[in-house]
């Protein structure tokens, strides 16, 4: 297949153009900024190039959205307004280009995130459950989905993306530090619940999506056991040797990070529902075998 990834050098879509090639896939980068080559000589198109031409996506299967600016960063107010225009805006520019293929794509994969859900020490949400637009990155996903729907003629997949476990991007290399450093603990009151994902499992869920044409609307990127904020440190501790006996008060968190600390002070018992029911198979169901493979496994072996 022919696949067009928005946000390609990004983490997830780093890893996702790679898994998509080793599966014998056409891969395309569309970029803000011209590129003169890259790595796996993958041909890039800028968003400039595609207005102007948008047949140069003619005969693309599938087209995954993972642009947008990153918010792992210090939430000022400049801060928000280029996190919520960076995803409008591609949403908008992917929906014009989409809408004048003769043949659009069979599918779109829009990114999004489980915030939509509203924070809960004690609900389950799965995709049937509704929005809780409550905060500032439920308003962000709220609006991202909205901005997928302006694409009407073909089919839509939401992936509403959970904490992504992979060293090298995401917040999980921030979570280990106090480990590496004998200094772990939970972070607040490690009762708020993290719904987590390795990330071969977040790129061999979009390449599900693709292929299952049954699969459309919001699909949880989850694994099917989230866990305690304390059982994720517990479980960094048994894995790494280290302790997990200093815990770091939510005070001191939000006066590091403002805003930004919602990511680990709050959460949500996020489930794949949607995933199991169309016979997606977890390579990483529990946390310890995730972060054995993360923190033990040597690369040569995991290539295996």
């Known amino acids: 297949m022919k696949i067009a990834i928005t946000g390609a050098t990004g983490f997830i879509g780093t890893h996702l153009s790679n898994h998509l090639l080793e599966q014998g896939n056409d891969v395309i980068w569309i970029s803000r900024k011209p590129t003169?080559?890259?790595?796996?000589?993958?041909?890039?198109?800028?968003?400039?190039?595609?207005?102007?031409?948008?047949?140069?996506?003619?005969?693309t299967d599938a087209i995954v959205n993972l642009a947008g600016e990153s918010i792992n960063q210090r939430w000022s107010d400049s801060a928000?307004?280029?996190?919520?225009?960076?995803?409008?805006?591609?949403?908008?520019?992917?929906?014009?280009?989409?809408?004048?293929?003769?043949?659009?794509?069979?599918?779109?994969?829009?990114?999004?995130?489980?915030?939509?859900?509203?924070?809960?020490?004690?609900?389950?949400f799965d995709e049937r459950s509704p929005a809780n637009v409550c905060?500032?990155?439920?308003?962000?996903?709220?609006?991202?989905?909205?901005?997928?729907?302006?694409?009407?003629?073909?089919?839509?997949?939401?992936?509403?993306?959970?904490?992504?476990?992979?060293?090298?991007?995401?917040?999980?290399?921030k979570m280990l530090m106090p480990y590496r450093l004998f200094v772990g603990g939970k972070i607040g009151s490690g009762r708020q619940w993290l719904s987590w994902i390795h990330i071969e499992d977040m790129v061999r869920l979009i390449a599900h999506c693709i292929d299952d044409d049954r699969i459309r609307g919001p699909v949880n990127a989850t694994a099917p056991n989230?866990?305690?904020?304390?059982?994720?440190?517990?479980?960094?501790?048994?894995?790494?040797?280290?302790?997990?006996?200093?815990?770091?008060?939510?005070?001191?968190?939000?006066?590091?990070?403002?805003?930004?600390?919602?990511?680990?002070?709050?959460?949500?018992?996020?489930?794949?529902?949607?995933?199991?029911?169309?016979?997606?198979?977890?390579?990483?169901?529990?946390l310890d075998r995730a972060l054995i493979d993360l923190l033990l496994t040597p690369p040569n072996r995991k290539e295996e």
Do not use: C
């Not at 928000?80 to 409008?88: A, C, N, Q, Y």
């Not at 069979?106 to 915030?115: E, L, T």
């Not at 501790?237 to 590091?256: C, E, G, Q, T, Y």
């Open 135 to 173: 905060d500032f990155l439920s308003q962000v996903v709220e609006q991202w989905e909205r901005g997928a729907d302006l694409i009407t003629n073909t089919r839509i997949v939401k992936v509403r993306v959970g904490i992504v476990l992979g060293l090298d991007g995401g917040a999980f290399p």
């Open 80 to 124: 928000k307004k280029r996190i919520v225009e960076s995803r409008l805006a591609a949403a908008q520019a992917l929906a014009n280009i989409v809408a004048q293929l003769t043949v659009p794509p069979r599918v779109v994969i829009q990114a999004s995130g489980m915030s939509i859900y509203g924070v809960s020490e004690s609900e389950t």
């Open 226 to 286: 989230p866990v305690t904020n304390h059982d994720f440190g517990k479980h960094i501790a048994k894995v790494l040797h280290r302790p997990n006996l200093f815990p770091v008060p939510s005070i001191m968190f939000k006066l590091l990070f403002g805003e930004l600390s919602t990511l680990l002070l709050d959460g949500q018992r996020v489930l794949p529902y949607v995933l199991q029911q169309h016979g997606f198979i977890f390579k990483y169901p529990e």
């Open 36 to 59: 003169k080559s890259n790595e796996l000589d993958i041909p890039t198109f800028t968003w400039s190039q595609l207005q102007d031409s948008p047949q140069l996506l003619e005969g």
